[in-house]
């Protein structure tokens, strides 16, 4: 009975979205045999999913990433520079170095019998510095004096004789000969019984003792080192790009490692480069009246030569180009332009480079994000902000 009465209603149902079917569907469609309609239906179905994936791309999200690979110009911030008269100073890296010292040599041999200095002390010219033992030297000079007066009254005789006839020119002369050898045999006798005593060709200090009491020293050995302290010389060298603009007698300020400074001038300058380092060796003399100075101390020597048109920059905006040159990022018309520079001197407060232009915009702020050529937004950097 339940059966019976459930078909009906089915087959009710389906009559019922038949009718809604032909109802809404054209009649063109309705004209089509089944399976046309099942394939166009898909068709369309196909048709509106790719058109709704089309459409939905013009979201924000895909708009940006649509724009992806666009970017924004680049913004720097730049400083105008004009140039200003400036003293160019050539600036070395040196030494202090004594303008006399020697090592002391004996010309005897013999055993050292005393030390007349310590390391450090000052000595006067001709003090005693190391004392050779005489030995049989001082008996050897009186044997050699009296040899020569013997001579010289041997040839005293023989000019009298030769005055009266007695001696010939010939046996004047052999007289006389042995006398001059006499002579030259004590003179011998007494400077190696005086080079005994060896002592300081200089005023100076002893840096360097190299023998002791009890030491045996041969001729050539060496006793001391005797150093002048005044004048001192403070050394170094130039490149080839600047030797031609230093000149002996210029002044020179030296500022040494110590903290001292002394001012001095140029001594010397090398007419010949080093075969190694292409650099030419320049020398400042300094005084040194308190003995202060010490050798090899390392010195900052600033060597004023003319003045020359600069810009006064921070180090920090320095950089360097494929090559390697020093220089910095300008803009000129919107565009960053690499130009070079030449150091010309550098303080606690900045540096000072030449070859700039007159006036100039140096990028002080992302010059490290551009590059030559590129095309870039500048603002100017406010006055009294260091470039």
Same mark, same amino acid.
């Given at each position: 009975?339940?059966?019976?009465?459930?078909?009906?209603?089915?087959?009710?149902?389906?009559?019922?979205?038949?009718?809604?079917?032909?109802?809404?569907?054209?009649?063109?469609?309705?004209?089509?045999?089944?399976? $046309?309609?099942?394939?166009?239906?898909?068709?369309?179905?196909?048709?509106?999913?790719?058109?709704? @994936?089309?459409?939905?791309?013009? =979201?924000?999200?895909?708009?940006?990433?649509?724009?992806?690979?666009?970017?924004?110009?680049?913004? &720097?911030? &730049?400083?105008?520079?004009?140039? /200003?008269?400036?003293?160019?100073?050539?600036?070395? /890296?040196?030494?202090?170095?004594?303008?006399?010292?020697?090592?002391?040599?004996?010309?005897?041999? @013999?055993?050292?019998?005393?030390?007349?200095?310590?390391?450090?002390?000052?000595?006067?010219?001709?003090?005693?510095?190391?004392?050779?033992?005489?030995?049989?030297?001082?008996?050897?000079?009186?044997?050699?004096?009296?040899?020569?007066?013997?001579? /010289?009254?041997?040839?005293?005789?023989?000019?009298? %004789?030769?005055?009266?006839?007695?001696?010939?020119?010939?046996?004047?002369?052999?007289?006389?000969?042995?006398?001059?050898?006499? +002579?030259?045999?004590?003179?011998?006798?007494?400077?190696?019984?005086?080079?005994?005593?060896?002592?300081?060709?200089?005023?100076?200090?002893?840096?360097?003792? $190299? &023998?002791?009491?009890?030491?045996?020293?041969?001729?050539?050995?060496?006793?001391?080192?005797?150093?002048?302290?005044?004048?001192?010389?403070?050394?170094?060298?130039?490149?080839?790009?600047?030797?031609?603009?230093?000149?002996?007698?210029?002044?020179?300020?030296?500022?040494?490692?110590? @903290?001292? =400074?002394?001012?001095?001038?140029?001594?010397?300058?090398?007419?010949?480069?080093?075969?190694?380092?292409?650099?030419?060796?320049?020398?400042?003399?300094?005084?040194?009246?308190?003995?202060? %100075?010490?050798?090899?101390?390392?010195?900052?020597? +600033?060597?004023?030569?003319?003045?020359?048109?600069?810009?006064?920059?921070?180090?920090?905006?320095?950089?360097?180009?494929?090559?390697?040159?020093?220089?910095?990022?300008?803009?000129?018309?919107?565009?960053?332009?690499?130009?070079?520079?030449?150091?010309?001197?550098?303080?606690?407060?900045?540096?000072?480079?030449?070859?700039?232009?007159?006036?100039?915009?140096?990028? =002080?702020?992302?010059?490290?994000?551009?590059?030559?050529?590129?095309?870039?937004?500048?603002?100017?950097?406010?006055?009294?902000?260091?470039?």
């Amino acid at each position: 009975m339940n059966a019976g009465r459930e078909r009906p209603v089915s087959m009710t149902n389906k009559s019922r979205i038949s009718e809604l079917y032909e109802r809404i569907m054209p009649r063109f469609w309705l004209a089509m045999k089944p399976q $046309y309609q099942w394939a166009l239906g898909i068709a369309i179905g196909v048709a509106l999913w790719l058109a709704t @994936g089309l459409f939905g791309s013009h =979201t924000p999200e895909a708009a940006a990433q649509a724009n992806v690979g666009v970017t924004e110009m680049p913004s &720097v911030r &730049v400083a105008a520079l004009t140039a /200003q008269l400036h003293d160019a100073v050539v600036s070395i /890296q040196g030494r202090t170095q004594a303008l006399h010292e020697v090592d002391v040599r004996t010309e005897v041999d @013999g055993e050292v019998q005393a030390l007349h200095f310590e390391r450090g002390s000052r000595v006067k010219q001709g003090d005693v510095l190391c004392e050779i033992k005489v030995n049989d030297r001082a008996a050897r000079l009186a044997q050699a004096e009296a040899q020569m007066a013997q001579a /010289q009254k041997e040839l005293q005789v023989a000019q009298d %004789l030769y005055k009266d006839g007695f001696r010939s020119k010939t046996q004047l002369a052999e007289a006389m000969s042995s006398y001059e050898a006499a +002579k030259a045999g004590a003179a011998t006798m007494r400077i190696q019984l005086d080079d005994t005593k060896i002592r300081a060709p200089f005023a100076g200090i002893a840096d360097e003792r $190299y &023998v002791d009491v009890g030491d045996y020293m041969r001729a050539g050995d060496k006793c001391a080192m005797i150093i002048a302290p005044e004048p001192f010389l403070v050394v170094g060298t130039v490149s080839e790009q600047e030797v031609g603009e230093i000149s002996v007698g210029s002044p020179a300020g030296v500022s040494l490692v110590t @903290g001292q =400074t002394v001012e001095g001038k140029v001594r010397f300058v090398s007419g010949r480069a080093d075969p190694t380092t292409r650099t030419f060796r320049v020398e400042v003399e300094v005084p040194n009246p308190d003995a202060k %100075l010490r050798d090899g101390v390392s010195a900052d020597i +600033k060597i004023p030569v003319r003045k020359i048109s600069a810009q006064k920059i921070s180090p920090g905006i320095l950089v360097l180009d494929d090559s390697g040159t020093v220089g910095v990022r300008t803009v000129a018309n919107g565009t960053v332009r690499f130009l070079p520079v030449r150091i010309i001197s550098d303080g606690p407060d900045g540096m000072w480079v030449a070859g700039l232009p007159q006036r100039v915009n140096v990028i =002080t702020v992302g010059q490290e994000f551009v590059t030559n050529g590129e095309k870039v937004k500048s603002a100017v950097q406010k006055a009294g902000t260091a470039p």
